[in-house]
């Protein structure tokens, strides 16, 4: 906790994050609903600010139970925005019996923002169901509902150059779910950057292609900051990166791209997500120091604080039935 604490807050620029969910079976989460509410609990303490937001996990493919739970993250952990892993477990938006019932739960409990990993397909996923090609239908099935694609269904195995409507892959297939529901740019569809941006930012050609991409199909006001820094360590460099990126006059006599001007990556850095989300942008913003994170060590009276390293399984036993419950995936 006081590391992740230290390596967003102190250690980079950010003043807003969000801390989303991981999949897995119940109670083998290495990071649980009451965990994440006691490190916002703590946050909100240190910073004098709101500005730590919280996901709830929602596993629709596990039946009836997983609904009703829904009720609970709203009332008791005060979530923002709702978690799905469609590739974990296999499932779709669009399943009348799956999907469908999950959005609607989620409209009635009046929290609509909906966060989806797409893309990635990491061991243990089933990559049939990580494409967005559902994202599109239940976007234009759903306009008051706000959907947020994690990592922008971004594939780190293809190489990403200009929008191919006859073969999409990667970005493209955002792109192509768009385009065959009618879906406009800056609608109710957001494109979330993390992973996907530290994948890139190596690579301007690719880069330049992905964020191009992006601003001009889904919206310079719906592509959101992200950076997966729970595992990297502190987002600075990530951070830096960006504000150094810059899109070609030739792409954007090309490709029809938009400039990096300071406004869009502004939007990019946080305005979007903050609207996306509902934040006042006027409220006072998070300004933890490594003095704060020493004082609430010395107010624990010696007790250790965890970091995210620590939570879920501690011995090799643990750890394994971690594995199974999760088909095999790693945290």
Known sequence: MKNYLREMFVNSETTIAVLSALPAEP??????????AQ???????????????????????????????????????????WKIYTPYGGWRLDDETVGIPFIEKARSLGVNVICAHKGFPLTGFDPAFAAPDDIGVVAATYPDVKFIVYHSAFES??????????????????????????????????????????????????????IGKLLKYVGENHVVWGTDSIWYGTPQ???????????????????????MTSEIRDKVFGLNAADAYGVDVNEIRCGITEDDIAQLQANLDGEVLPTWREYGPQTRREFFAFLRGRGGMPG
């Open 27 to 36: 109670y083998l989460n290495p990071l649980e609903a009451e965990e994440a």
């Open 39 to 81: 490190t916002r609990e703590i946050f909100d303490s240190l910073s004098d600010s709101n500005r730590l937001l919280l996901h709830g996990l929602v596993r629709p493919d596990l039946g009836i139970t997983q609904l009703e739970g829904m009720q609970g993250l709203v009332e008791e952990q005060n979530i923002t925005a």
């Open 157 to 210: 195995d293809i190489i990403e150059g200009e929008y191919n409507p006859n073969n999409p892959q990667g970005v493209d297939r955002l792109i192509k779910t768009f385009q065959d529901n009618n879906i406009s740019p800056d609608s109710n569809v957001y494109a979330e950057l993390g992973s996907t941006w530290r994948f890139l930012m190596t690579s301007p050609t690719q880069a330049a292609h992905v």
């Open 237 to 259: 460099d990530q951070i830096t990166a960006f504000r150094a990126f810059q899109i070609s006059a030739e792409f954007q006599e090309t490709y029809g791209y938009p400039a």
